[in-house]
């Protein structure tokens, strides 16, 4: 791009309006293998061009964007993570779209076989923008926005923090507009996000291979039932694996990456959603190991004293151990893509916070000793599905997706 474009580019920016809209929401993409049509904002097309679909429907009427940020909501949608960031905005005409290629497939090819309550759900043929640039969080940095003082985000340089009336930063509309005229200081914050440098990098080059190894893999049970993010099913599946070779869990417990027991006992018993509703409670002859599993939820039962779900369960076992003659020790296993600073809910420190990556890690430098469970490779990617930041998982998922509708289609 020349001096004087990026001159003209940088002016229009100054003034134009941000878009904000949340990728991947509804019950649309629930029903059946349904491909979201704002995949395409992820991936190159055949001529290494960008395209945005801005959902819902493709269209925008009466704005004058020059920024697109898309989203995802991380809590009540007061808090969100970006995805990604498109700039150098132009539209796109009808006779365009109908020329635009992924893996050799048109976009009515890909989204024909999308439902709608049943239903065939016709593409509508709109794409919203065509984007100079495509911007994604730099490296393992991830990037959030809220407005809600006591939100639970514990990284601060990727936080931006918004001075705003608003009561939620996008509606249930999944889009809105910031600009200087309707949200002054929450529109300078914005900018001032988009332009800090050392937060983004530009979306990884490369076009879709129909070929992929990722058009052909089938569902895990958890995804056919609808369960790859349930923390029940999880737990339930954590509890079967740590019983299935006691062995393993002693090496797993003993870790220093997890749980760090020194002289964890061989013999053990679990108990689920028991022992005062605690999640996993692992009891031997000597120690006491309370684990709460959050996938997809967060603390718990605050009163009006502070005091959480944690506190309750860790003054519950603590009582039992030192009345037992036994050690007890407290974790909580987390996502990845998580977020919550849950130090604000543990502030003396009892319960050490493990990373499914550290999990999955395990279980896949061990999978030896589970080779006889036919169910074991399937609980394998269900871990490292949670092991993955959000952002991760939402590209992993689409491109899946999007890759065995262009293998349909041809």
Not at 303 to 315: F, V
């Amino acid at each position: 791009m020349s001096k004087s474009k990026d001159s003209s580019l940088e002016s229009k920016m100054a003034e134009g309006e941000i878009l904000i809209n949340q990728l991947f929401a509804g019950r649309y993409l629930s029903e059946g293998g349904n491909i979201g049509h704002e995949v395409i904002n992820l991936f190159e097309d055949d001529n290494g061009d960008r395209y945005l679909y801005v959902t819902p429907s493709g269209i925008v009427k009466g704005h004058d964007v020059d920024t697109v940020i898309f989203v995802r909501n991380v809590r009540a949608r007061k808090t969100v993570e970006v995805i990604a960031i498109g700039l150098g905005l132009s539209t796109v005409s009808d006779r365009d779209v109908e020329r635009i290629t992924y893996g050799g497939a048109t976009l009515d090819q890909i989204f024909r076989g999308n439902t709608y309550h049943g239903g065939q759900d016709v593409f509508s043929g709109n794409v919203t923008y065509k984007a100079e640039q495509v911007l994604v969080p730099a490296g393992e940095k991830r990037v959030f926005i809220t407005i809600d003082p006591e939100n639970e985000i514990s990284i601060r340089e990727g936080l931006t923090q918004l001075d705003s009336t608003r009561k939620v930063i996008i509606p249930q509309g999944m889009r809105t507009y910031y600009s200087q005229s309707n949200d002054p200081k929450a529109y300078g914050q914005l900018r001032s996000m988009v332009d800090n440098a050392s937060l983004w990098q530009q979306a990884a080059p490369g076009k879709l291979v129909a070929d992929s190894a990722e058009s052909s893999m089938a569902p895990t049970f958890l995804e056919i039932i609808g369960k790859e993010d349930d923390e029940l099913a999880f737990s339930n599946l954590l509890a079967h694996y740590f019983d299935y070779s006691h062995a393993s869990f002693r090496e797993f417990a003993e870790s220093d990456d997890l749980l760090g027991i020194s002289g964890m006992d061989p013999d053990f018993e679990i108990v689920r959603e028991t022992n005062h509703n605690i999640d996993l409670w692992i009891e031997s002859a000597a120690h006491v190991i309370v684990i709460e599993n959050k996938v997809r939820s967060g603390v718990n039962g605050i009163d009006e004293n502070g005091k959480s779900q944690l506190d309750k369960y860790r003054s519950k076992a603590e009582e039992y151990a030192r009345e037992a003659g036994k050690s007890p020790h407290f974790y909580i296993f987390a996502p990845d893509y998580s977020g919550i600073d849950f130090a604000q809910y543990d502030p003396e420190g009892a319960y050490k916070v493990i990373p499914y990556s550290a999990i999955h890690a395990f279980f896949a430098r061990n999978c030896s000793a589970y080779i006889a469970d036919r169910y074991f490779p399937e609980f394998l990617r269900g871990l490292e599905r949670q092991a993955m930041t959000m952002s991760e998982l939402n590209f992993r998922t689409m491109r899946s997706r999007f890759m065995r509708k262009i293998s349909e289609a041809q």
